[in-house]
């Protein structure tokens, strides 16, 4: 079994920043792309940012320069450094892996950015 957890979220004020991690763990032969998600209150789930295996990164318009998405490779864990967080970015926020070719997604992590 393959497990994805994430973790890191919280209440920030806006212009704050938070850390986000995701541990993949279980039965793991390959990791590719590994990526983050978000999902706000009524509306669909959508990228925020990807990296694959070999390093290459992948943003959605409205977090760059401002979120940092980096992997260890040798702990399976991914994390999204976000920096000067808008009240926009509230979401709970997923994390996804392709795990031996499968497609694997966390529980979510709830982000508040709110004064």
């Known amino acids: 079994q393959v497990q994805v957890v994430e973790s890191g979220g919280g209440l920030v004020q806006p212009g704050g920043s938070l850390r986000l991690s995701c541990a993949v763990t279980g039965r793991i032969f390959r990791i590719r792309t590994m990526g983050w998600y978000l999902q706000a209150p009524g509306k669909q789930r959508d990228l925020v940012a990807t990296i694959t295996a070999g390093g290459i990164t992948n943003y959605a318009d409205s977090v760059k320069g401002r979120f940092t998405i980096s992997r260890d490779s040798a702990k399976n864990t991914v994390y999204l450094q976000m920096n000067n967080l808008k009240p926009e970015d509230t979401a709970v926020y997923y994390c996804?892996?392709?795990?031996?070719?499968?497609?694997?997604w966390g529980q979510g992590t709830r982000v508040t950015i709110s004064s």
């Open positions: 996804n892996a392709d795990v031996n070719n499968l497609d694997y």
